[in-house]
């Protein structure tokens, strides 16, 4: 893809037109938000040629449609995701767009607090606790290789919420029909030798690392950036474009 004018695009409404997200209710009884912005909504990707003025623009608008009922200012958290094992632990008493250097991972028991990890094959891993404590990780083969779902449910453990009552919700995702790796990636993830390139379903191993760590209840988003790549920016399918997941707890 190339990419767009400037001014070419305007910042599109993220509360507004379900076109330009891909709702999740899996959490709605906690009171927690949870969705994916779609291809409908333009790419948040902040290293991509597309001027810097129309990706900030998203950004924004994102920010102004995670504002509470009075107007209050949204804390957002953010980082260069760099497909490790770390996760940040969020409290309250700051406001504004928070970018770390390194993470890929995020976790707070703060109310209203949002979260987001830019997503386009990995697979983006919303957590949330009856409590109101969330969790949100980005997930590619590296996340999955160094068990980053049990960090992040480290993480909720260690701010009070049990493993056994969280839910876990894998997002859209390149799908196990159109990931395929290398053999020595394979093996890593697995344990099994191939010596081909071969297919693997990241969001299942993701499932049962969730169930090694005591979690019950797990959902699979249907979507597959690559197949669906129409609604979803897929890298694989060549896109620059980066779409957000978004977690954000109670009020």
């Known amino acids: 893809m190339t990419a767009r004018p400037a001014g070419d695009t305007p910042a599109p409404d993220i509360a507004g037109p379900a076109a330009d997200r891909e709702p999740i209710a899996d959490f709605s009884a906690?009171?927690?938000?949870?969705?994916?912005?779609?291809?409908?909504?333009?790419?948040?990707?902040?290293?991509?040629?597309?001027?810097?003025?129309?990706?900030i623009a998203r950004w924004r608008a994102l920010q102004a449609g995670l504002r509470g009922p009075v107007g209050a200012d949204a804390a957002l958290a953010t980082a260069h995701q760099v497909h490790g094992r770390r996760v940040l632990v969020h409290s309250a008493g700051w406001s504004g767009w928070l970018r770390h250097p390194e993470a890929d991972g995020h976790a707070s028991a703060s109310?209203?607090?949002?979260?987001?990890?830019?997503?386009?094959?990995?697979?983006?891993?919303?957590?949330?606790?009856?409590?109101?404590?969330?969790?949100?990780?980005?997930?590619?083969?590296?996340?999955?290789?160094?068990?980053?779902?049990?960090?992040?449910i480290a993480a909720l453990r260690g701010l009070g919420a049990a493993a056994g009552d969280l839910r876990v919700h894998l997002g859209p995702a390149i799908c196990a029909r159109c990931y395929e790796v290398g053999p020595e990636v394979y093996a890593r993830l697995t344990g099994r030798t191939v010596d081909r390139p071969t297919t693997v379903d990241l969001r299942a191993l993701l499932a049962d690392q969730a169930r090694a760590a005591g979690v019950?209840?797990?959902?699979?988003?249907?979507?597959?950036?690559?197949?669906?790549?129409?609604?979803?920016?897929?890298?694989?399918?060549?896109?620059?474009?980066?779409?957000?997941?978004?977690?954000v707890s109670p009020p």
Do not use: Y
């Open 111 to 152: 109310p209203g607090l949002a979260m987001a990890v830019t997503i386009a094959d990995c697979v983006p891993v919303f957590i949330a606790h009856p409590s109101g404590a969330i969790a949100l990780l980005h997930a590619g083969w590296r996340g999955t290789e160094t068990k980053l779902v049990a960090e992040g």
């Open 216 to 247: 019950a209840r797990i959902e699979v988003s249907p979507f597959c950036t690559r197949c669906d790549n129409d609604r979803f920016f897929s890298h694989r399918a060549g896109d620059w474009g980066r779409q957000l997941a978004v977690l």
């Open 30 to 55: 906690f009171g927690v938000r949870a969705f994916t912005t779609t291809r409908a909504a333009g790419s948040f990707a902040l290293d991509s040629g597309e001027p810097v003025r129309d990706v």
